[in-house]
């Protein structure tokens, strides 16, 4: 095992012990700035509404500014005594680290540390290095990296280009890359009818008869096709409440509710347009929520660089996917960064026994060695 392999295990085990559950950062970011600061690195605190954000800063000696991105937090462990070893103790037994954190993402974390580390002390020259770290990844996001980046804007410090260290391998590191994501819109949907007794039908208004044409014509939407890799826009209707429980009462209300991920052929103000459309002349509320917005990188000289470094040390052809949920690449993206999501496999991620194989954690490490030396702005 080379020295900065068994350094990005021990960064891991060590980022892991300390016990973060969203928004909490257990002082890993302190952590990260002891470890980094010998090595040039100026940390800036980007701290709000309880959450805790750090830039981390190192001024490169050739042209460029590439950042990585990632997060401190971790969601919950679930019940302990299901977990085979303690989650936040971060055991390592037959090549295996285990326990909250291990995939998702300070595994990731500890292996852009381990090759950062490593190249400061050969005195190549590097790009000027920004890692942004933020411990509300897995929360609401609201004031985790969208603030650090709304910081870098100010200060005219966007990054060139981003990795975001977030599990993006299925089978094994470097087979799959994120280079977008789908889009999230929610809408909260109340009819509002006349609540009566059912014998007297006239006397009432019923909410369910009044939402199913609407939902109807919603369900049935054509969105349109699946587009540079990503899968085509797709509206579920998730929630569908409305009665007294009572058999002879005409409800007053009904409430339904879509989740609606979407692909760059569609857009928040279109996908609007076309619900508030099937719902003309309708008593209905419609509370439309942004979760999300899409975002892709398209293909060119930075996801090739990716894709070659990990050719390069691996072997594998990469696939360049869409796929998953929501990450926090979409705030850079929407700052107009190229962001690329390339980490450690996601089998076990937010499971119970989370857990990471550590020739893995090796892997990533060169990997990300090379892209850092290969960058080019
Ligand atoms: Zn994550």
């Not at 990296?145 to 990054?159: D, F, M």
């Not at 699946?226 to 085509?232: E, H, S, T, W």
């Not at 509206?235 to 409440?241: H, K, P, R």
Request: charged fraction near 20%; proline fraction near 5%; include cysteine.
């Amino acid at each position: 095992m080379s020295e900065q392999q068994s350094v990005a295990l021990q960064l891991a085990v060590q980022l892991m012990r300390r016990e973060s559950p969203t928004p909490d950062d257990g002082n890993c970011q302190l952590f990260i700035a002891r470890k980094l600061a010998p090595l040039g690195f100026v940390q800036v605190s980007v701290n709000v509404g309880g959450i805790t954000n750090s830039i981390y800063a190192r001024e490169g000696e050739k042209e460029g500014v590439l950042a990585f991105a990632g997060h401190t937090d971790v969601v919950p462990t679930g019940p302990v005594e299901a977990w085979d070893f303690p989650p936040f103790d971060a055991v390592v037994q037959d090549g295996i680290l285990h326990g909250r954190g291990a995939q998702d993402m300070k595994g990731g974390i500890a292996c852009w540390m381990a090759a950062v580390m490593q190249l400061c002390s050969t005195f190549e020259p590097l790009p000027t290095l920004q890692i942004l770290i933020t411990s509300d990844e897995e929360g609401d996001s609201v004031d985790g990296t969208v603030r650090i980046v709304e910081y870098l804007q100010a200060e005219n410090k966007l990054p060139d280009a981003v990795i975001v260290g977030e599990p993006s391998s299925s089978k094994q590191v470097g087979d799959v890359i994120r280079r977008g994501r789908r889009g999230v819109v929610q809408v909260a949907m109340t009819f509002n009818g006349k609540q009566g007794h059912s014998a007297y039908p006239d006397d009432a208004d019923n909410a369910i008869h009044q939402a199913m044409q609407p939902l109807a014509d919603i369900a049935s939407i054509d969105w349109g096709e699946a587009v540079d890799g990503f899968p085509a826009t797709s509206c579920q209707i998730t929630n569908l409440n409305a009665g007294t429980g009572a058999t002879n009462v005409i409800p007053g209300v009904a409430e339904t509710f879509l989740d609606i991920r979407y692909n760059p052929t569609n857009s928040f103000e279109a996908i609007q347009a076309r619900i508030q459309q099937c719902c003309e002349g309708v008593d209905v509320n419609l509370d439309f929520r942004h979760e999300a917005q899409v975002f892709s990188t398209p293909d060119g000289k930075f996801l090739d660089m990716v894709c070659d470094a990990i050719q390069s040390t691996t072997g594998i052809t990469t696939n360049r996917d869409t796929g998953g949920g929501t990450s926090d690449g979409r705030f850079l993206a929407a700052a107009g960064v190229p962001v690329a999501e390339l980490g450690l496999t996601n089998s076990t991620i937010h499971q119970v026994n989370e857990q990471v194989a550590v020739h893995e954690l090796d892997i990533l490490t060169d990997i990300y060695t090379k892209i850092i030396t290969t960058f080019e702005a």
